[in-house]
């Protein structure tokens, strides 16, 4: 029991250790996505903070599979290195016994999976489609930033080079097409933009040059000028599609019942939540088989690592070709939990049989 537990608390916090490690690559993957929102929609370092919350459950269906599997292969990779693992079968503990830690701490983690997958997931993801598509329909607010030019609308340009906090501008320039027989190009050191009824930046010590359709200049300086920016207020909000990863599982079930045409990708999201639980288990596993050998060498213990992960890749990817396979046919849909089935199935046999032979 002692040693178990000692082996579960190694194993326990590299998976917590090495989920974290595959979130943080998730989010930054991901992060520059919403960056690039947040700069062209000017939206708050809060905004951003929320939507990289809210996107945490779907990365953790993702990354805590393969903590699970990284975990368990560094624990007991260790063990193996520090020849431990072969006083303990030398002390008659077989590789299924060995196991249990492992299992224990996959089963906790498939858990945690079966209910971010059925309850926070399509919670937390309708919140942040939601609050990404408030950001981008919101045209509210004038957003302007330092170095770009920006079309404040389809007949006014604008860069600047600098902006304060109070608003005001530094070295400005205004393309105006407002007047289709005329383009009237502003020039200007410095600026303030004025928030009344309408936006109007106030110029000074600048100049203004009209160009007619014929190529004729006229060219104006001036100490004052007064410009209004004209947005685009009728710009109507885009109509939200509601995503797969929005409903539960029962809801799924039942817009597939009332819908042929996607029935497929509808079953097979909703089934998939149960099987992405499985995961952590058929991943812990195949790190049991690869690694609990008769030959503790250093050479095969390379041998293992690379036969580990080839595994988990080709697990992995005959997952997503069933669940594939299921959206354009739902006879299919029953492998989706055979296949990880079948092979805890064939991983335990394996284990028992080692120890059987071993006893010999």
């Known amino acids: 029991m002692i040693l178990s537990w000692y082996i579960f608390k190694q194993t326990f916090k590299n998976l917590f250790l090495s989920t974290c490690v595959f979130v943080g690559i998730i989010w930054l993957t991901q992060s520059f996505k919403i960056i690039k929102l947040i700069i062209n929609k000017g939206a708050g370092l809060s905004e951003f903070f929320a939507l990289s919350a809210y996107s945490l459950p779907s990365w953790l269906l993702i990354a805590l599979p393969f903590g699970t599997f990284a975990g368990c292969m560094i ?32 089963l906790l983690a498939s858990a945690i999976l079966f209910i971010i997958s059925h309850f926070i997931m399509p919670k937390t993801y309708k919140n942040f489609k939601i609050l990404q598509n408030e950001i981008r329909n919101n045209s509210q607010d004038f957003i302007i930033r330092d170095n770009i030019f920006i079309d404040i609308n389809k007949n006014q340009t604008i860069f600047i080079s600098k902006m304060n906090k109070i608003n005001e501008l530094e070295e400005i320039f205004i393309q105006d097409r407002s007047d289709p027989t005329t383009v009237i190009e502003i020039f200007s050191s410095k600026g303030i933009l004025k928030y009344e009824d309408n936006i109007v930046l106030s110029m000074n010590n600048g100049t203004r040059i009209s160009t007619d359709l014929q190529g004729r200049s006229t060219i104006l300086n001036f100490k004052s000028y007064d410009i209004e920016i004209k947005q685009n207020k009728n710009k109507k909000s885009e109509a939200r599609v509601v995503e797969y990863n929005e409903y539960n599982f029962f809801e799924l079930l039942k817009k597939s019942q ?3 045409e996607n029935s497929g990708k509808l079953l097979a999201e909703a089934h998939s939540r149960n099987t992405v639980s499985l995961m952590p288990l058929v991943f812990s596993f195949i790190v049991m088989v690869t690694i609990l050998k008769d030959n503790f060498s250093r050479k095969f213990s390379i041998y293992r690592k690379i036969t580990g992960i080839g595994l988990l890749v080709i697990i992995q990817s005959f997952v997503l070709i069933i669940k594939n396979a299921v959206h354009s046919n739902i006879i299919f849909l029953p492998l989706m939990y055979f296949f990880p089935i079948l092979i805890l199935i064939a991983c335990i046999i394996l284990l028992n049989y080692r120890k059987k032979s071993f006893n010999l």
């Open 75 to 106: 624990s007991y990779l260790k063990l193996q290195n520090d020849k431990e693992i072969i006083v303990m079968q030398s002390a008659g503990i077989s590789p299924l016994k060995l196991s249990k830690p492992a299992f224990f701490a996959a």
């Open 258 to 260: 009332s819908g042929k």
